[in-house]
């Protein structure tokens, strides 16, 4: 028993020599990368950064003849670091075990990689190091992971003058009518948010307050459903479902993050429709220029009943 606790908290390369069992593979190992990460579910790991360390073993096939010094022909360490930094990028994750989910996935889509081991733990939380180790082969990943062809939604803002339209449900048949997947943005309400001295606080309340009105627009059409997570909408458009977006968690979650205001729900809902990759953007009930985003952009008065 001993020697297996000791071997569980060896470095993942001790975990891969005593756990090969198909004949020896090449390794390739990455020691105690450390980056300082916003990550964490807890209220307290929000808006601040602590170090995660990162140590990953690649089992990989060996190659066949002369490797020639060619560094095109072998698995690089650059490989495994940017699967951490891509995994890092996406977008910010409450849990390790889905960070080091990423990792292993990444790397097992390199064509020698046969077997990875990932640990990562954080270093700030406690007076020892806590984390979590995973091992993924190959069986474990789909090989067409990541080329399934990006759905571009039609995203519509409306503003809280368009939300208690008459026109309301006459402008989301017309909608639903087109072929690209419908997504829904909101105004914020007329009435005054609370105020907080605290800057997240704050954020959050606001978000909240446009969340509010996308409970608004649901209750005023049954088929308005409230979404939070881009996993909901990915669903939600291939299934043509017409979603409200709630903005608090993919706001908070993002990496770079919106760099307009949450009480500015218009430019908010265009971030959100160039993170999408929208189809185009049209506004009910407010004026948006036309010459700064990617993508068709057309305004309607709340007084207008056809699309």
Not at 30 to 42: K, P, S, Y
Not at 168 to 178: F, I, M
Not at 297 to 303: A, G, N, P, Q
């Amino acid at each position: 028993m001993m020697s297996e606790i000791r071997q569980a908290f060896e470095h993942p390369d001790e975990r891969s020599r005593a756990t090969s069992h198909d004949g020896p593979l090449d390794r390739i190992s990455l020691r105690d990368h450390t980056v300082d990460v916003e990550i964490g579910a807890f209220q307290a790991e929000r808006g601040t950064t602590q170090r995660i360390c990162f140590n990953v073993v690649v089992e990989v096939r060996p190659l066949a003849g002369q490797v020639d010094d060619d560094v095109d022909r072998i698995l690089s360490y650059d490989k495994v670091t940017e699967a951490i930094a891509d995994a890092l990028a996406e977008e910010r994750l409450n849990l390790l075990e889905t960070l080091a989910e990423r990792i292993a996935e990444r790397i097992l889509w390199e064509p020698q990689a046969e077997r990875v081991f990932v640990r990562i733990e954080k270093l700030d939380r406690g007076p020892g190091a806590l984390g979590v180790e995973i091992v993924r082969a190959l069986p474990d990943v789909v090989e067409s992971a990541g080329t399934e062809e990006r759905v571009h939604p039609q995203m519509v803002y409306l503003s809280n003058a368009a939300i208690t339209s008459e026109f309301v449900t006459g402008w989301l048949d017309q909608l639903s009518a087109q072929e690209a997947p419908l997504l829904l943005c909101v105004g914020a309400p007329d009435v005054s948010a609370p105020n907080s001295a605290v800057g997240q606080a704050q954020r959050r309340i606001d978000l909240l307050s446009l969340e509010q009105n996308a409970w608004v627009l649901a209750g005023r059409d049954k088929r308005c459903v409230v979404v939070q997570t881009r996993t909901e909408l990915d669903w939600a458009m291939k299934n043509n479902q017409i979603s409200v977006w709630a903005p608090s968690k993919i706001v908070l979650d993002s990496v770079e993050g919106p760099t307009v205001e949450e009480t500015d729900a218009l430019a908010l809902a265009l971030w959100f429709a160039t993170e999408m990759d929208a189809f185009g953007f049209l506004a009910i009930g407010a004026e948006v220029g036309a010459d700064a985003v990617g993508f068709p952009v057309r305004s309607i008065d709340v007084e207008t009943d056809r699309i």
